[in-house]
Every structure is written in C-alpha cells, then in structure tokens.
C-alpha cells in the first residue's frame, strides 16, 4: 500500500502544534525529527542516553511527516495547512521560513522505521519507559512503563513529558486519585500508577489517543485502575460546552473532586480549563500543568493565580515549563 508522506520543514517550537494539526486531519501517522547537533543541551542529569543520529537539520528546526492514504486530495490538505499554520504567530508561536511538500512512500518504508530509535528511557529517579519490543534488565527498586505510542503523542523523550512524570514522582504519596487530561499514550496515567496512585481517569478527544492509552494500559495490566475515556474535563463536571461521553456521575474509576490533575497540553488551551480544574480538584488537592512554552509562562501562572490557585513550584527543562499549584485547604 503506497501513502503521501506530507513534510513541513519548522521550528521546534511549532512541533507541538503542527503535529496536532496533522492528527485532526486524520493523519495514520506522525513523526517528528529535530536538529541532531551535538551543541544541542540535552538533559542527561538521569544518565539519559540520546541514540538518534546526527542530522543535518539546523539547531532549533525540525521535520514534520504525516502520513495519509493514498485516496487523499493532498493538495487540497497543503492548502488547508497554511492558514492554521500562519495563525500560530499571534499566540507567539514562530514556525519560521516554513516549507511544505509532498510525495508517495511505500508502507513498509515509514511504518516502523521509527521503532528504531525509542529505546529504554530512564526519565526520573525510579520510572523508566520500555518499548514493548525491546529486552531490558529490570534494576532493583526501577518502576517500569511499558509503551507503545501508535500514533499518539507521549514517548517521555519530549521535555514536557519527561518533566510532568519527574513532578509526578516528586508530589505522589500514594493511594490518590487522578485525573490526566490530554493523556495521548496514556503514559502519565500509566506512571502515576506505578508510583502509587490508586486509580485515574484519563481523558483525551482524539480517538487514536483513546486507543492507544487503552491499549498501553492494558500492556501494563492497569485495566483495574486506570479507565479511558474520549472526553474533555467539562464532560467529567457535566458543564455546557462539554465534548465527549463522560458525564459527571459515569467514570467508576475516580469520585471528583480527585487530589490531583495532570494536564500536558499547550499554554492556549490550559488557559481556557483552570477554573474546571479548580472545581475538580479537593481543597488542598494539586494541579500539575505542563506544555507551556517559556514564552507563556507568566500568562499562565496569572491564570493560575486569578483562579485562586497557590503557585509551589515552577520547573523547567529546556525552553519547556511545568508548574505545581495547590488549591487552598480554605476558600474564602
């Protein structure tokens, strides 16, 4: 079977948004290759070990590839592109000099070629992820994911991945209940499971999410504690607006208000949810947001604060920015 492999040459600051525009036009497949440098800083502080080439893509750009099927109208799709593309400058997204262009591959040719390069990943002191298909030594006291991403987003290898689940490791005690809104893989849900959450909720509204985080929760043998479901946060509180299937009364995996939420997903859209998430969360319960791009950082944590949240931590991995903010024992 032949597919268009659709390519936007940007900069790494778009890959977020620009890959989300590809999976809403029902892409089978998105991957995603940045600058392959060496003066690229990488976090290696937990004996991360970076395996991808080098490349000859300049420092802060990167490669977008979608993959449609070969029915598609890709130059209709090429068009579409542009505009969304364009807008992302007035949220202080820059994609650059973008460049967008096309061609037939064969199935074989992209369908698994990725695999190559996800390999075991240690990405806190305890979790590490595995790839169903690699062998790995379990070390003593090392808490494993099993992950096989499909087409979702969430490998651990993006900084706000890596940085939700290190926050994740810092603030659970266990036996809480959690909800991981925008759970692409299911790989946060998974993680707080393992360091001793009791039970999460996990939401996402793209279809090929909800199935791979179900699948991926069934890999790690979660089904008992961990229910997906294709909704937004609106839909676990019964709001107007809401979008999905979960109404307030119908998860039996968490009673809201829960004692934390987890959200990786971008500033724009975090920003529209908080005070959702101040009505989902107990007094005193946290709320860990993250996919926030440095140049949102102050819009956010004002949101947070305009909500009443208490801001106790802001932590940072490249240009990448994750707060814990608490909300109050007491409401005034």
């Known amino acids: 079977m032949k597919w268009h492999e659709l390519t936007i040459s940007t900069t790494e600051q778009a890959i977020e948004m620009i890959s989300n525009f590809l999976h809403e036009r029902d892409a089978d497949g998105v991957s995603i290759e940045e600058s392959g440098t060496l003066n690229k800083q990488r976090d290696t502080s937990l004996g991360q070990w970076y395996e991808t080439p080098l490349n000859d893509i300049p420092e802060g750009q990167a490669v977008i590839k979608g993959y449609f099927s070969e029915g598609t109208d890709i130059g209709v799709l090429k068009a579409e592109l542009v505009a969304p593309i364009e807008q992302l400058r007035e949220f202080g997204i820059d994609p650059g000099d973008y460049e967008i262009t096309s061609q037939m591959v064969d199935e074989e040719d992209w369908a698994t070629a990725w695999k190559q390069y996800f390999k075991p990943l240690k990405v806190s002191d305890t979790l590490t992820i595995k790839p169903t298909w690699e062998e790995y030594e379990v070390a003593p006291n090392e808490k494993i994911i099993e992950l096989d991403p499909g087409m979702a987003f969430g490998t651990g290898t993006h900084p706000t991945t890596s940085l939700c689940l290190q926050t994740l490791e810092s603030v659970i005690k266990g036996g809480e209940e959690i909800i991981d809104v925008g759970t692409g893989s299911g790989i946060l849900a998974i993680g707080a499971c393992r360091l001793g959450a009791s039970r999460v909720l996990a939401l996402d509204l793209d279809p090929i999410a909800v199935t791979s985080a179900t ?25 107007k607006g809401a979008r999905g299937s979960v109404g307030s009364n119908e998860s039996t995996t968490v009673t809201v208000p829960v004692d934390l939420v987890v959200a990786n997903i971008l500033a724009e859209i975090i920003l529209l949810f908080i005070d959702e ?31 009443g949240f208490i801001v106790e931590e802001t932590r940072r991995n490249e240009d990448w920015v994750v707060f814990v903010a608490r909300k109050p024992q007491v409401t005034e």
């Open 277 to 307: 998430v101040y009505q989902a969360l107990k007094p005193g319960g946290l709320y860990i947001s993250s996919g926030i791009y440095k140049n949102k950082e102050e819009l956010v944590e004002q949101g947070l604060v305009k909500a």
């Open 215 to 239: 699948e991926n929760v069934r890999l790690n043998g979660l089904e008992q504690q961990v229910e997906v479901k294709l909704s937004d946060l609106l839909g676990v509180l019964g709001g």
